[in-house]
């Protein structure tokens, strides 16, 4: 089976999330959306296909690396995640930001989310 990622998704955990948006936007990327009460999470572009994420979250340390892969089928990712016996750090759900995934646990703590769009 072959497995494509329709796109590769930074997350770079920030301890201050405004800082970081107006770090990014000074050197070249738009803060296009935003999201929680207040704000923990921001999607930053540049041009169409280069995009990061930034997370400000309670209990995880400044500069922690994560990786969001935006999918077909989450649901085969997740297959593939279990058969592999890698550890589910948070199950597949419906999110209220528009994507349905899960997150897995990789080596030395990094997490990996695997997500696609809801329709």
């Known amino acids: 089976m072959k497995r494509q990622f ?19 936007q000074a050197i070249g990327f ?13 999607g930053c ?7 990061i994420h930034l997370q400000q979250r309670e209990g ?3 500069g922690a690396t994560e990786l969001y892969l935006q999918v077909e089928s989450a ?3 997740l297959e593939v995640c279990k ?3 890698h550890t589910i750090l948070v199950p597949l759900a419906d999110q209220q930001y ?9 080596p030395d703590g990094i997490r990996v989310t695997f997500g696609q ?3």
């Open 30 to 42: 738009e803060c296009e959306w935003k999201w929680g009460d207040p704000p923990c999470y921001a």
């Open 45 to 51: 572009y540049s041009g169409t296909d280069q995009v």
């Open 117 to 119: 769009e809801l329709d």
């Open 6 to 24: 329709q796109y590769v998704v930074p997350v770079l955990h920030v301890s201050d999330l405004v800082s970081a948006i107006e770090f990014f």
């Open 98 to 106: 528009g994507m349905r995934d899960f997150t897995v646990e990789g």
């Open 60 to 62: 995880v340390a400044p």
């Open 83 to 85: 058969s592999a016996g």
């Open 75 to 77: 649901e085969q990712f």
